[in-house]
């Protein structure tokens, strides 16, 4: 059985450049997780959808993040411009319904902007 | 707000036994998780309490009080292939709702 597949794994761009970030969540899985993870903040939300409707977007640094999840088994994240302080490593985590259900996380993409 | 602290980082021994500590202030409680996370990988999850009490799967134990916000793993017979980072989560909503992470230890075991 897959895993949550994520792409690119790495992704070096400049700053001002846009940059898209593809999630495949575990077939069957209903709720969707964005993450960033940093060494100074650890592994924060950034959004999460439940049968593919946005739930929480709190945690979206600013107007220049957005996220869709046009389908059950896609979803992107997708920065707009990008600058330095975005680098980070995003991951893409899926569940299934159940609040004893554990998230399963993607390889996540390693971000740098230059 | 939402605050869950463990040590930054531990060293033990090959073969000897590690408690990873985990304190948790939350707005609710509806389980808490722990994960494991290589370096360069994604978190892969070891447990999962929602009642007082252990829970023990192999080498791996994790034991929760909920009167008292605290948390803890327990690795048995350690092997070189446990260092890595753990990351204790709690989950405050019911539902398929998102964990709330803590920064993680990081644990190094030495020949």
């Known amino acids: 059985d897959a895993g949550v597949i994520q792409s690119p794994r790495h992704e070096v761009t400049e700053m001002g450049q846009e940059v898209t970030l593809r999630c495949k969540p575990i077939s069957g899985h209903n709720s969707l997780f964005w993450y960033r993870q940093t060494m100074m903040r650890g592994l924060e939300l950034l959004i999460y959808?439940?049968?593919?409707?946005?739930?929480?977007d709190s945690g979206m640094p600013e107007d220049r993040f957005s996220a869709k999840m046009p389908n059950a088994s896609f979803s992107t994240l997708k920065i707009q411009p990008s600058e330095p302080r975005d680098s980070a490593v995003y991951f893409c985590?899926?569940?299934?319904?159940?609040?004893?259900?554990?998230?399963?996380f993607g390889d996540g993409t390693r971000l740098s902007i230059l | 707000g939402q605050n869950i602290d463990q040590p930054t980082e531990m060293t033990a021994t090959e073969g000897a036994i590690v408690q990873i500590n985990c304190t948790y202030q939350t707005s609710g409680f509806n389980g808490l998780f722990w994960y494991q996370q290589h370096a360069g990988e994604a978190p892969t999850f070891l447990s999962y309490?929602?009642?007082?009490g252990l829970e023990e799967k192999g080498r791996f134990s994790s034991f929760l009080s909920r009167s008292k916000g605290y948390s803890y793993l327990l690795l048995k017979e350690l092997q070189m292939k446990d260092s890595a980072s753990y990351l204790c989560a709690v989950r405050s909503n019911s539902g398929n709702t998102p964990l709330v992470f803590g920064k993680g230890t990081r644990l190094s075991v030495i020949a």
């Open positions: 985590a899926s569940s299934p319904t159940g609040g004893n259900q554990p998230q399963h």
């Open positions: 309490n929602v009642l007082d």
């Open positions: 959808f439940n049968n593919n409707v946005p739930i929480d």
